[in-house]
């Protein structure tokens, strides 16, 4: 006795999982890339921006105090500018990395000594507290995005 089965219902089912385990990845990558945007984002607003006088002192070479006018002062930028964001994948999932390759960033982002020593310059947090911001909302926020997925792929 023979029997005769047609797999191709079975054949579909399998090629759509396929499609779901890729779409889930796309997801997931565009959910890192997405925090990642956020955490940038969030640090740049938070990086002070110098705010230099248009009066210059110095001193000639006689020893002479010499103080001039400018015609307008100056407005900083480079730290802020310099925040670089990656997205990495890594074992089953991804990798933010944020940095800031300015020589000062990590002085301004955890304090430092006076130039006499005497003080303390206090930190501005802009990488620590952009970080922990995010991660205490991240897992809200791909909870949300992969419910919204499921939603959409159910209705296949």
Same mark, same amino acid.
């Given at each position: 006795?023979?029997?005769?089965?047609?797999?191709?219902?079975?054949?579909?089912?399998?090629?759509?999982?396929?499609?779901?385990?890729?779409?889930?990845?796309?997801?997931?990558?565009?959910?890192?890339?997405?925090?990642?945007?956020?955490?940038?984002?969030?640090?740049?607003?938070?990086?002070?921006?110098?705010?230099?006088?248009?009066?210059?002192?110095?001193?000639? !070479?006689?020893?002479? &105090?010499? @103080?001039?006018?400018?015609?307008?002062? =100056?407005?900083?930028?480079? /730290? +802020?500018?310099?925040?670089?964001?990656?997205?990495?994948?890594?074992?089953?999932?991804?990798?933010?990395?944020?940095?800031?390759?300015?020589?000062?960033?990590?002085?301004?982002?955890?304090?430092?000594?006076?130039?006499?020593?005497?003080?303390?310059?206090?930190?501005?947090?802009?990488?620590?507290?952009?970080? !922990?911001?995010?991660? &205490?909302? @991240?897992?809200?926020?791909?909870?949300? =995005?992969?419910?919204?997925? /499921? +939603?959409?792929?159910?209705?296949?």
């Amino acid at each position: 006795m023979r029997f005769k089965c047609d797999f191709s219902e079975l054949d579909n089912y399998v090629n759509k999982m396929q499609e779901l385990n890729t779409s889930f990845e796309a997801l997931i990558e565009t959910i890192a890339k997405e925090i990642a945007s956020e955490l940038l984002a969030r640090a740049k607003e938070r990086t002070p921006v110098g705010k230099y006088s248009n009066v210059v002192n110095f001193t000639t !070479k006689d020893g002479k &105090e010499v @103080s001039f006018t400018t015609k307008k002062s =100056k407005t900083g930028g480079v /730290l +802020r500018n310099n925040w670089a964001i990656a997205v990495k994948s890594k074992g089953t999932g991804y990798q933010i990395v944020l940095t800031n390759n300015t020589k000062y960033a990590e002085y301004v982002e955890y304090g430092h000594n006076t130039p006499n020593r005497k003080g303390w310059v206090p930190g501005k947090f802009m990488m620590t507290t952009s970080v !922990k911001e995010i991660n &205490e909302e @991240s897992e809200f926020y791909i909870n949300e =995005k992969i419910r919204n997925w /499921l +939603r959409s792929v159910l209705l296949w």
